[in-house]
């Protein structure tokens, strides 16, 4: 595939490393974690080891970690499990409307169920206000879902607040840091949060392997049955291969954190500026507030997103906007609208460019030429 | 405006709708070396209350042929432009009561209007669809024919098209019958390559069209009578019925069967007559209006021809005498039965088609037949 790949906020190649662990493993570690014999207990152990390194990582201790199938089966587990296990006390939920599909969906299906669901609003940097939250609190809520950081335009969330907020209160206090886990630092304890979920191939790690974080004593409901693999809490027999790479991916992220923030906010620079040099005109969805540092989300006013997208993949710029449609067509993203309302002129003509591994300066540099020409020829300027 | 690029450097964008002849459209002129490019184009919502939507199944359609054919692949949605372009009109005329023609409506204001200037803002020095047409790239003008097959020529459908328009378009299924292109489908394994043809006006589907119209339109229900004020029965509501149709009447009796003959709006009273030759049905000239050509060059004021008066019909020679308002009167040579105002009347110089208008008024011995609409 020739192009530049600038949209590792979708999904990130398996860094070398995590692949010839992932490899190994493979064909050697295929044990049962289950299984009494030695085959078994070689998993096991790989298991544990990695359990124990992520934990670590987020300063969670490694019974709290449950692994899964990826991001959005972690929001489930931690959405309609909480549900489940808390409908007795309320039935009422606290989410933004700038969640991922997985989260939104999620309440959503709740809220057809029987469910309230509080759906707080952004302002235009894409930011909820933790007043917000604390306004919304009632009694008998028992969830408060909100994403650490949005995937689509970076924005990173007042979390550390909310937590205090919640200091006192019965909910549990869930964060979706799919996008954050391994860009940002994150402690659980810290930020006073009960469920966190993240995913290994946002981070140069697989596909189909995630975890949920659930604090100690957190009440949960696993809407799967089957096996007690993960202490009752996710049944079905545990990927160890990928779990194991997906613990070296978070490794090497943690590793890299500071040089990976630096690069990624120079090539924010180098493609802004380069733009700027080119004479187009653009608006960083965002504005001013503290965001990913891989995330650059922008708006080129006298475009329009279906021809620009499509342009800048034939050109070789491999980027995206909003979410795709059933039907292959954009839709307008659910985040821009909660952000600058229903008729912007920013739900028509914005890109999300993400950063990652293997991308050079030098590649950031030709995207954003590529990208000036795009916008320049098609806003007629 | 004829174009001396080599196809490898030539951006052909394919409108793939997900069916067999947009599928063998896209691999021939891969397989001429063209740089296709196939996208799919999203005019109409029909999500049901269980999320499906006939155009999810479409679109995973063209995902699956773009691939086998090695094509880069996009969609793009043009529901906004189509309702107000051609839903509007399309309630409009029915209200008006007129039966309109959305598909011919849909080539000049989407297909090749929206959907043209985003494969040429796209880079590409054509668009090509799986019309069965022909359109040759002259020197001087290009010019549009019918297709080879009789049996599925679309030119009807395209007779809107401008010289702008038509020096940007390719139909690379207008020599071929359709047998054949099932054939070529069906040897490159295509996955479209056994799939049913759509029918019916695109965004009714396979739906029953008067439950459809219903959703839109309050149906009224009237009388049925004949010419002679003879009343036959009820009818559902005007809008159900066009010029000609015989099914849906239920006036039973003996003797020859019934057909509708025209409308009375004011009374809302539907026409009806005996007999498939039944006299009023048959008119010798008719007044078009929106009347355009698919050539620049200005014809004379009036002029000699062959047109049809709908879809799949044999052609009549004709007499064309244009006012120099985009208006014309259409004298034919002998009676033609069931001309509907609303549709299309398309003039053909042999294969090539001169263009076309919108009938709007019928006459017959110089009155005109106001019961036809």
Same mark, same amino acid.
Request: hydrophobic residues 40%.
């Given at each position: 595939m020739n192009g530049i790949y600038l949209d590792h906020a979708a999904t990130t190649p398996v860094h070398p490393e995590v692949a010839r662990v992932y490899a190994e493993l493979l064909t050697s570690?295929?044990?049962?974690?289950?299984? /009494?014999h030695g085959t078994g207990r070689a998993a096991r152990k790989l298991l544990d080891d990695s359990r124990a390194q992520i934990a670590r990582l987020i300063g969670a201790r490694p019974e709290e970690i449950i692994f899964t199938g990826g991001g959005t089966e972690s929001d489930n587990l931690a959405i309609f499990g909480t549900a489940e296990a808390r409908s007795d006390e309320g039935r009422h939920i606290i989410t933004t409307g700038i969640e991922h599909h997985a989260v939104l969906n999620a309440c959503k299906r709740l809220g057809k169920r029987g469910f309230e669901v509080t759906w707080l609003p952004v302002n235009r940097e894409g930011q909820i206000s933790p007043d917000a939250v604390r306004e919304a609190l009632?009694?008998?809520? /028992?969830l408060v879902t909100i994403m650490t950081a949005n995937n689509e335009v970076g924005t990173i969330q007042p979390i550390r607040e909310i937590g205090e907020i919640l200091q006192g209160h019965p909910a549990s206090f869930h964060t979706d840091a799919v996008q954050a886990f391994g860009e940002i630092p994150i402690e659980v304890g810290d930020l006073g949060i009960d469920l966190l979920s993240a995913s290994a191939h946002k981070i140069n790690g697989p596909k189909g392997i995630g975890f949920l974080y659930q604090k100690n004593g957190t009440k949960l409901t696993p809407p799967t049955s089957g096996g007690e693999q993960e202490r009752k809490r996710r049944a079905g027999t545990e990927n160890v291969p990928g779990i194991a790479a997906f613990a070296k991916a978070a490794e090497i992220a943690y590793e890299s954190l500071a040089e990976r923030h630096e690069q990624h906010e120079s090539f924010k620079r180098i493609m802004t500026d380069a733009l700027d040099e080119a004479g187009v005109e653009f608006r960083v969805n965002a504005g001013q507030a503290q965001t990913l540092p891989h995330i650059l989300n922008l708006s080129f006013p006298g475009t329009d997103i279906e021809s620009l997208l499509v342009n800048l993949d034939l050109a070789g710029v491999h980027v995206s906007s909003g979410s795709a449609c059933t039907a292959g067509s954009i839709d307008p993203s659910h985040v821009l609208v909660a952000m600058y309302g229903e008729d912007a002129e920013e739900l028509r003509n914005s890109v999300r460019f993400s950063f990652g591994y293997g991308l050079s300066e030098q590649d950031v540099r030709t995207a954003a030429e590529k990208t000036a020409a795009t916008v320049r020829r098609l806003s007629g300027k | 405006m004829a174009m001396h690029k080599k196809p490898e450097d030539t951006r052909v964008v394919v409108g793939m709708s997900g069916g067999v002849d947009s599928s063998v459209t896209a691999l021939l002129l891969k397989e001429q070396g063209y740089d296709v490019i196939g996208i799919f184009m999203k005019n109409w919502d029909d999500t049901d209350e269980f999320g499906v939507c006939t155009a999810t199944e479409d679109y995973e359609d063209v995902i699956r042929v773009a691939n086998q054919i090695g094509i880069p692949y996009y969609a793009v949605n043009f529901e906004k432009q189509y309702w107000d372009k051609v839903f509007t009109y399309f309630l409009d005329e029915y209200k008006a009561g007129r039966t309109p023609n959305p598909d011919v409506m849909c080539n000049k204001e989407i297909k090749f209007r929206a959907f043209l200037d985003h494969a040429m803002s796209l880079g590409a020095d054509y668009l090509a669809t799986g019309h069965y047409a022909r359109v040759e790239h002259g020197e001087d003008e290009s010019v549009m024919l019918r297709g080879v097959d009789d049996n599925k020529d679309q030119t009807y459908f395209l007779n809107q098209l401008s010289q702008d328009q038509l020096s940007k378009?390719?139909?690379?299924?207008?020599?071929?019958?359709k047998p054949e292109v099932r054939k070529i489908a069906l040897e490159a394994g295509l996955?479209?390559?056994?799939k049913k043809d759509s029918t019916g006006i695109c965004f009714i589907g396979e739906r029953n069209f008067k439950e459809f119209l219903s959703g839109y339109l309050p149906a009224q229900p009237g009388a049925m009578e004949t010419m002679n004020g003879e009343r036959m029965g009820t009818h559902?509501?005007?809008?159900?019925y066009t010029i000609g149709q015989r099914h849906g009447?239920?006036?039973?009796?003996?003797?020859d069967p019934w057909f509708v003959i025209g409308k009375d709006l004011k009374r809302n009273v539907l026409l009806v007559g005996q007999n498939f030759h039944n006299d009023a049905l048959y008119s010798d000239s008719l007044k078009a209006v929106q009347v355009g050509f698919t050539s620049d060059v200005p014809k004379p004021e009036t002029f000699r021809c062959t047109a049809k008066f709908r879809y799949r019909q044999p052609d009549t020679g004709v007499e064309v005498k244009l006012h120099g308002d985009g208006t014309a009167t259409v004298t034919f040579d002998e009676p033609v039965r069931a001309i509907t105002p609303g549709q299309a009347v398309v003039f053909y110089d042999g294969d090539i088609c001169l263009g076309g208008g919108t009938i709007d008024e019928v006459y017959k011995n110089g009155s005109r037949l106001d019961y036809v609409g």
């Open positions: 570690s295929y044990g049962n974690a289950s299984s /009494i009632r009694e008998d809520t /028992i | 378009v390719m139909f690379p299924l207008g020599h071929l019958e996955a479209t390559a056994e559902d509501g005007l809008m159900y009447l239920g006036i039973g009796g003996a003797g």
